[in-house]
């Protein structure tokens, strides 16, 4: 199943919905990570951000993440 990680927020209700959906949240970056949601609006570029896109890891707003 895919491994997440949050950056710039943190909501209780989305990780339960995901986790009961069969998708694990990371606590931290990891190599494991999958996706990584950020806030809706512009992608700011976290150092979070910067490993995801150098690792090739799907980057998504949070409005866009769809269980």
Do not use: C, W, Y
Not at 13 to 31: D, K, R, Y
Not at 36 to 61: H, Q, T, W, Y
């Amino acid at each position: 199943f895919p491994s997440h990680d949050t950056t710039g927020f943190r909501d209780k209700a989305l990780e339960a919905a995901a986790v009961g959906a069969g998708h694990t949240i990371a606590p931290t970056f990891t190599s494991k990570v999958t996706l990584l949601l950020v806030p809706d609006g512009e992608i700011k570029e976290s150092e979070k951000v910067k490993a995801a896109r150098a690792r090739g890891i799907r980057i998504m707003n949070r409005s866009q993440f769809k269980l």
